[in-house]
């Protein structure tokens, strides 16, 4: 029973921080033909009422309790804000039927702050990521010959499947712990701002390298004996769900110099996307690296089957390590967009991911008639793939849009469409004209924008439609000038959210027309958005 408590209340976090942040609570009465609202705010947020039916406010209100009265068919649109982060925009209106306001509109879902895209789909990606990281993780030599000592050990130690199992719970208890703290160490908005830091930025582009050199075999990277040993000591002198936590957290530094890199790419992939992210990323990298410890405790019979260590772990690290050489450009990349530096443009990096794909197609061709028949069918399996990738980046060279890495690539320029890239200039082009506006607010490094621009403003359809508008591109993470900053607090004061991508439209005059566009990649959808 003991053991139990502990793991639940290790597991709270998690739970406690899947709330959603709704630090502002309506309730209405009746007085005549009005209703007469009441909004009651948490300590150190305020409220901006954005709109009140079709009348735009852009009030900010600080007292708690605050009333207001309007006529019971008029929706008031809001967000609010503390000192760290804004929630996105919520629409709520008086209910008839009970003397209470009720929430409408697909705004309501967006109370989470994510900075690219909005909602659980983003999350589910942050988890899938994690989940493909913590599979990557099990293959390296630092985890692999690993899987057998334990689960042999336990099943000696007489606790078997129940000790595997706890060992396992135990594993992902450490890495979500590890997502929390991150969150709570920086906070989303923080780790926000961090994400598109040029010397964070910078900083895990050299730290990938440097691994990727290591897993090519230039060096080892290892953290000191003496922590591991302590730690396994520590395990088998003590008792009970202590001593396989302490076992669980030996694994996280054994194998530190192979999930490093992986944990640190997902935490700053997380960065910024919601309070939840970094916990979600780690829970589904947890769960993968714990699962082929729990499956073999279940049937031993099974490790019989299993692959020794031996060659093929060398032949996985170096795929590896061209994969983090590829994946470290985007870090590069965010930072030199940020702020301009232009040693990165959008060839080049395409030239170098070539090379890495092309790579692992010649380092796994080279010699593969010294290897078994099996390993050169799972050879070949990854080689045809390699090629064929390399292939189809190569017409990227010469500007076609390879959409297939849309979300790491620098963005590419749309042909035939003219930009703003300052909110005023546009407008005044917009009334100069008389055409309706419509503002991108992006970022450099968001994820989804790139998505969005390859899929959707990339479209023919889209692309043709977009020519009744004047567009206004505003990066909120451009580091020159305050740029960024000024573009960020537009889009919080002006339009409540502080979301990307994240589309409004105007009129030639700035009054909005329609509700604004956040993340899809189907184009039938944003032209269905689009009033001209």
């Known amino acids: 029973m003991r053991k139990h408590l502990i793991i639940l209340f290790a597991l709270m976090p998690l739970f406690a921080a899947a709330q959603l942040v709704q630090p502002v609570k309506w309730t209405g009465e009746n007085v005549g033909d009005s209703v007469r609202l009441t909004a009651t705010i948490e300590p150190g ?58 929430p409408k509109g697909k705004d309501l879902q967006n109370s989470l702050p994510l900075r690219e895209g909005l909602g659980l789909g983003s999350l589910f990606m942050i988890f899938l990521l994690g989940l493909l990281g913590g599979l990557l993780a099990i293959f390296t030599p630092c985890v692999w010959p690993i899987i057998p000592m334990t689960v042999s050990f336990f099943l000696k130690k007489g606790g078997g499947l129940k000790d595997a199992v706890l060992y396992g719970i135990s594993i992902i208890v450490l890495y979500v712990g ?14 926000n701002d961090l994400s598109t830091n040029a010397i964070v930025n910078i900083f895990f582009f050299v730290l990938l390298v440097v691994f990727a050199l290591s897993f090519f075999g230039l060096f080892e990277i290892t953290l000191p004996d003496s922590w591991s040993t302590a730690l396994d000591n520590k395990a088998r002198s003590t008792g009970g769900f202590l001593s396989i936590l302490l076992m669980a957290f030996t694994l996280v530094i054994v194998s530190f ?63 590896l390590a061209f994969l983090e050489l590829a994946l470290s450009l985007k870090f590069l990349s965010v930072a030199d967009l940020a702020y301009g530096w232009g040693i990165l443009p959008r060839w080049l990096f395409i030239a170098i991911w070539i090379a890495c794909f092309a790579g692992i197609g010649i380092y796994l061709l080279w010699n593969i008639k010294n290897v078994t ?8 399996i990854c080689i045809i793939p390699s090629f064929v990738f390399a292939g189809y980046l190569v017409p990227g060279l ?27 200039e546009g407008l005044a082009y917009a009334r100069q004209a008389g055409k309706p506006i419509i503002i991108d607010f992006t970022g450099y490094g968001c994820v989804n924008c790139r998505k969005m621009e390859a899929y959707v403003l990339d479209d023919d359809s889209v692309k043709e ?14 580091k020159r000038d305050g740029i960024g900053d000024r573009n960020s607090r537009i889009q919080r ?40």
């Open 45 to 102: 947020w305020h409220m901006t009422i954005i709109s009140v039916g079709t009348e735009e406010i852009g009030e900010e209100i600080y007292e708690s309790p605050y009333s207001m009265t309007l006529a019971k068919a008029e929706p008031i649109r809001f967000n609010a804000c503390d000192d760290q982060m804004c929630t996105a925009p919520e629409i709520w209106s008086y209910d008839e039927a009970s003397p209470k306001s009720s």
């Open 178 to 191: 590890l997502g929390l703290l991150v969150t709570i160490l920086f906070g989303a908005s923080a780790l």
């Open 257 to 319: 110099s192979c999930t490093g890199p992986i944990i640190g790419t997902l935490l700053v992939e997380a960065a910024g996307k919601s309070l939840l992210a970094p916990a979600i990323g780690m829970l589904g990298f947890a769960i993968a690296l714990a699962l082929p410890f729990s499956l073999f405790a279940m049937f031993p019979q099974w490790m019989k089957q299993a692959p020794k260590s031996g060659d093929w772990m060398t032949s996985f690290k170096v795929v």
């Open 373 to 380: 028949t099996t390993r050169k069918i799972i050879r070949l």
């Open 398 to 424: 010469w500007g076609a849009p390879v959409k297939a890495i849309s979300a790491f690539a620098p963005p590419q320029e749309i042909e035939g469409r003219e930009v703003f890239t300052d909110y005023e």
């Open 465 to 478: 439609r977009l020519k009744n508008y004047v567009f206004i591109e505003l990066f909120v993470d451009d």
């Open 493 to 532: 004061e002006k339009f409540g959210s502080n979301a990307q991508p994240f589309f409004v439209q105007l009129d030639q005059n700035g009054q909005q027309i329609a509700e604004p566009m956040a993340f899809t990649t189907d184009p039938t959808e944003f032209l269905e958005w689009l009033k001209y």
